[in-house]
Nanobody, 115 residues
Framework: QVQLVESGGGLVQPGGSLRLSCAAS????????MGWYRQAPGKQRNMVAT???????NYANSVKGRFTISRDNGNNTVYLQMNSLKPEDTAVYYC?????????WGQGTQVTVSS
């Protein structure tokens, strides 16, 4: 079994920054893709950013140039650096990891952008 622990969410003013972290632990033999998704109230969960084991990244158009995804393969951790945050970035952010050929989700962390 694989466990994901997220951290780094919170309340920030528009234009501010936050860094999310997601650490995977447990019986891990291999991790391929890692990513972040978000879900605002009343809306579906959408991809924010993903990163492959080789470091290739993919971003939602709405966050390109503002968010950066990275990973530490030695510590099975994925990060999301969020800059120039906007009120429309407010959502619960979920970590997703493909480990041992299965998909795992974190518990979610709230990000609120408000003055």
């Amino acid at each position: 079994q694989v466990q994901l622990v997220e951290s780094g969410g919170g309340l920030v003013q528009p234009g501010g920054s936050l860094r999310l972290s997601c650490a995977a632990s447990g019986s891990i033999f291999s991790i391929s893709r890692m990513g972040w998704y978000r879900q605002a109230p009343g809306k579906q969960r959408n991809m924010v950013a993903t990163i492959t084991s080789g470091g290739s990244t993919n971003y939602a158009n709405s966050v390109k140039g503002r968010f950066t995804i990275s990973r530490d393969n030695g510590n099975n951790t994925v990060y999301l650096q969020m800059n120039s945050l906007k009120p429309e970035d407010t959502a619960v952010y979920y970590c997703n990891v493909f480990a041992n050929s299965r998909s795992y989700w974190g518990q979610g962390t709230q990000v609120t952008v408000s003055s």
